[in-house]
């Protein structure tokens, strides 16, 4: 199955500053690579997500890369704000149509400090 | 507020007691998922369904465990016999025809 690595697992940065995450994952079938954003307490919220056929995508301060070939994707937050602080998890899928194994696999998440 | 409901949001219960959780999905969203979180870890997945039909199955769903969906839009996640190791947040999600899962706020549930 699905093996999905994240690092750090803790990620100190001063407001203001860039954040960047990392995962890899095993299966090259995957197709579907999200990034949520947990609050204590609460459920996971999507923030993001790419495609296979897609290498980045941005939506304002937040940014993902994709490198199939390496089979690595990455979370990129820039001008970071307080609001930020959260813990971040990676998951990969093979897509509404990939059959199979059909949910998501996580990483274990990054909890992320944003200092004032 | 991403849509999907969960009940109840906490639970505590006596070791050896029964626990239901309820789902309400999305609207039309025919995928309904449940994961389990642990303190520290990721989400991990148990079952899912499409529509009425539960499609596929964890190993960490244990015989203790059932998930229904009976009409295909609300589901519950019945835990019998509950076990120390079976305290966590129960996670719902949903999914409309394309990739992306909606999750709940989760039910905690401790056992006590």
């Known amino acids: 199955g699905e093996n999905v690595e994240q690092h750090p697992s803790t990620l100190s940065v001063q407001e203001g500053d860039s954040a960047v995450i990392k995962c890899t994952y095993s299966?090259?079938?995957?197709?579907?690579f999200p990034w949520y954003k947990q609050e204590l307490g609460k459920g996971p919220q999507l923030i993001i997500d790419?495609?296979?056929?897609?290498g980045e995508k941005k939506d304002q301060r937040i940014a993902v890369t994709l490198n199939k070939t390496a089979k690595h994707f990455s979370l990129h937050i820039t001008e970071t704000q307080p609001e930020d602080s959260a813990v971040y998890f990676c998951?990969?899928?093979?897509?509404?149509?990939?059959?199979?194994?059909?949910?998501?696999?996580f990483g274990k998440g990054t909890h992320l400090i944003i200092q004032p | 507020d991403t849509g999907v409901s969960q009940d109840p949001r906490h639970k505590i219960t006596k070791r050896g007691q029964n626990v239901t959780f309820r789902c309400d999905p999305i609207s039309e969203h025919n995928r309904l998922y449940w994961y389990r979180q642990t303190l520290g870890q990721g989400p991990e997945f148990l079952t899912y369904f499409q529509n009425e039909a539960q499609l596929e199955k964890s190993r960490l769903l244990s015989d203790r465990f059932s998930a229904e969906r009976p009409k295909g839009s609300f589901s519950t996640l019945e835990i019998q016999r509950t076990e120390q190791g079976d305290s966590a947040m129960y996670l719902c999600?949903?999914?409309?025809?394309?990739?992306?899962?909606?999750f709940g706020e989760g039910s905690w549930l401790t056992v006590v």
């Open positions: 790419i495609r296979s056929n897609v």
């Open positions: 999600a949903s999914r409309p025809t394309v990739d992306t899962i909606y």
């Open positions: 998951a990969a899928s093979k897509g509404y149509s990939g059959g199979g194994a059909d949910g998501l696999t």
């Open positions: 299966d090259s079938a995957s197709n579907y």
